[in-house]
């Protein structure tokens, strides 16, 4: 009886902390693609959610650093960012999460980071410096 009270217990909170986040991911994932790194993501529930702030960090960095703002446009749509700026870190794996802003700026929640393998060849270095040059 007790087992079964705690259970769902646990169940309870884990759904009301689900409703109180406002996010439900359906996907959150990162690849490699040339000397890119894309990250996409989708949500099939996304309510008080103003924007998303996508972060990254290496193992140089001791916190995660901003990279880019998409402002929220409802469930069940996918976002996508390309990293391109990446060969500049020339780190082998790269971590990226996400923090959810409502509507007044304040923060809603935060995903656990996702980490990709990402080992740049002498091919990609010198493409990305090549970009650097323009960008």
């Known amino acids: 009886m007790i087992r079964v009270a705690s259970s769902i217990l646990f169940l309870l909170v884990f759904v009301v902390g689900v409703v109180l986040a406002g996010v439900v ?13 894309v990250v996409s993501w989708e949500a099939s529930v996304e309510t008080d959610v103003g924007e998303y702030v996508l972060e990254r960090r290496t193992i140089f960095d ?31 794996q790269v971590s990226y999460r996400l923090r959810m802003i409502d509507g007044q700026g304040s923060l809603v929640a935060v995903t656990d980071p ?22």
Do not use: C
């Not at 991911?25 to 790194?37: L, M, N, Q, V, Y």
């Not at 703002?69 to 500049?88: C, M, Q, S, W």
């Not at 990709?116 to 493409?127: E, F, K, N, S």
């Open 25 to 37: 991911f359906s996907r959150f994932d990162a690849r490699t693609e040339g000397s890119d790194i």
């Open 114 to 135: 996702i980490t990709v393998d990402y080992t740049p060849t002498a091919v990609r270095r010198t493409w990305g410096s090549i970009k650097a040059m323009f960008l």
């Open 62 to 92: 001791s916190q995660f650093l901003e990279m880019a703002r998409l402002k929220a446009h409802g469930p069940n749509i996918p976002y996508t960012y390309r990293d391109e700026r990446v060969f500049k870190v020339q780190a082998e």
